[in-house]
């Protein structure tokens, strides 16, 4: 079986991004004409409380999905001491901007005469940071037709069992360019094996966060650092948004998967030229391989994946140190 076939396109999609619609420093077009230069098929402009149908963007060859940033605080003001939970919020349909769980005072980006016309949904009680609270979020959300990521763990501050509590995630966001360029410790793949061991089944994958403060040419730009590659059988926004539903996407920072298949045992995996492979298996051992000083590889086998594995995640890591991970998959669907 295929765990990422070498025949299904691969769309390099950037799925968090800030505009001057919140605190980015890029208008969406200029956004959307930088990203297809890079190379990019899809963009999610997600602004800080801010949904917005950015679909007459979309064209042919580059899709545009509806979402936006939600954050739930102790106190509205950013505090850099305290944690504090960030969510991206996709929606399955372009055109649903509806606005969970209102509060007016974390809408700081959105223009006053835009609070009456919000289409609110859910519970419109000051926010709390208690788990209650965020799951109560997350629900409402699910239920009204987004698809809700875990952002930045590492910025976040959260505690790894507040993570652990929390209910309704699609996916980890395991890359943050931004958040890495700042701190060089936002890295979630720690965090996603311990929730996927915890029974917190979800997906995972990359983005920049950009907000482009710094010139796009220049070693500080926040772009083209994280990003997802989501195999879907086209780049129709239904397509798109069900193969992230079902996982058929990898995070990664540079290295790309070209193929990875496993058959009775036998691990087969190809990427983009690497120096180290990476298998996850659930447990302390990994399957591991590093090339030879001054070489790098592009294929690597595992001829036996061990019998206790719970599930396989498989990692790469090119010459730079920059890293990709597929997502975890569980030992009832490799049937093992
Ligand atoms: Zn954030
Ligand atoms: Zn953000």
Redesign the pocket.
């Known amino acids: 079986m295929y765990l990422i076939s070498p025949d299904k396109k691969q769309y390099k999609a950037n799925l968090h991004c800030h505009s001057v619609l919140s605190d980015g420093q890029r208008t969406p077009e200029k956004l959307k004409e930088m990203y297809k230069n890079k190379g990019y098929s899809i963009l999610c402009i997600s602004d800080h409380e801010r949904p917005v149908n950015h679909s007459d963007l979309t064209d042919e060859d580059f899709l545009l999905l509806t979402g936006y ?1 939600a ?1 739930i605080r102790y106190q509205p003001n950013f505090d850099p001491f305290q944690p504090e939970v ?1 969510l991206n919020l996709f929606a399955k349909k372009p055109d649903n901007v509806k606005y969970i769980c209102y509060d007016k005072d974390f809408c700081k980006y959105l223009p006053e005469a835009e609070h009456g016309t919000l289409e609110k949904v859910g519970s419109e009680r000051k926010r709390e940071m208690t788990t209650e609270y965020v799951n109560e979020f997350i629900k409402t959300a699910n239920e009204n037709g987004y698809l809700v990521s875990y ?2 763990s590492y910025w976040s501050m959260e505690k790894e069992e507040t993570v652990l509590s929390y209910d309704g995630f699609f996916s980890l966001e395991v890359f943050n360019y931004d958040s890495f360029l700042m701190n060089g410790l936002e890295n979630g793949c720690a965090l996603y094996n311990k929730l996927i061991n915890s029974g917190k089944m979800m997906f995972c994958h990359g983005a920049d ?1 950009n907000h482009n403060f710094f010139p796009d040419d220049g070693q500080l730009c926040d772009s083209f650092g994280g990003f997802t590659m989501i195999m879907s059988d086209n780049l129709e926004y239904d397509s798109v948004i069900s193969a992230m539903e079902k996982g058929e996407m990898y995070a990664s920072m540079g290295p790309v998967f070209k193929e990875i298949s496993l058959n009775n045992g036998f691990l087969h995996i190809e990427s983009s030229p690497v120096k180290r492979f990476h298998v996850y298996c659930g447990g302390k051992k990994t399957h591991f391989y590093q090339a030879k000083e001054g070489k790098t590889l592009t294929a690597f086998d595992v001829a036996e994946i061990f019998p206790e594995t719970t599930f396989l995640r498989i990692a790469i890591v090119d010459e730079h140190g920059n890293m990709a991970t597929t997502r975890a998959f569980t030992r009832e669907e490799l049937g093992i």
Do not use: K, Q, S
């Open positions: 940033e954050y960030h952002n930045h966060d």
